[in-house]
């Protein structure tokens, strides 16, 4: 292989045009896949659909930093201090946002150094499993969540007959009931659970069975995992 000298006394290898357009390529196609794994197979709450777009981006730019950048060792040194002094401010909600925007880098990385198929048989597996993870995890539809309930009753009710019959309610759908919080007002009663419910559909009856029970009640579901409030 030809190589240079330059002025520092540093060798540098030439950059290959074809070898780049061809990992560019194939990171165009891995960034793909990327942005549909996450899009099918994402659980975090900001627009999967907008996020997505930002992998092929990261993952395209970071092998051109690589390639030109294992070429000279003047331009590594040059990045390495260009990355101290640049600060990414844009702040990152869920950890799973984050490791797919470092598997993205990771490709990146592997097909700037030409590392091309260890990355593509590396990532392609990684993302399997996470498939297969996420399609195993949704064989347990258990859902923890909390349950509020606002209920303004009548001057002769009351608070443990309106207490008895909730918990009489809630223990027919969900396998676990754990009263957290209860406060008694002048006519009105505010009691929060923490649940596992078994599914969805036992939702859906539990939350039918409190509306037909008690319509003036404010009834929500606050859930971390997702799922919306009711």
Known sequence: MTRYINLFGSSDTPLSLTLLLFNLGIGVLLSLVIRWHFSRFGST???????AQVFPFVLLTTILIITVVKSSLALSLGLVGALSIVRFRTPIKEPE???YLFISISIGLGLGANQTIPTVVASLSILAVMAALKFRKTGHENKNLFLSIDWQGKEHDRPEDFLGKINNIITKHASLCDL???????HSIEVTYFLDIRSIAELNTLTTELH???????????DQNRLPSI
Do not use: C, Q
């Not at 957290?180 to 002048?186: C, W």
């Not at 037909?212 to 606050?222: H, K, L, M």
């Open 212 to 222: 037909r029970e008690f319509p003036s009640a404010g009834v929500s579901f606050i």
């Open 45 to 51: 709450l900001s627009n999967r659909e907008e996020f």
């Open 97 to 99: 946002e984050l490791a």
């Open 180 to 186: 957290r919080r209860f406060d008694v007002r002048s």
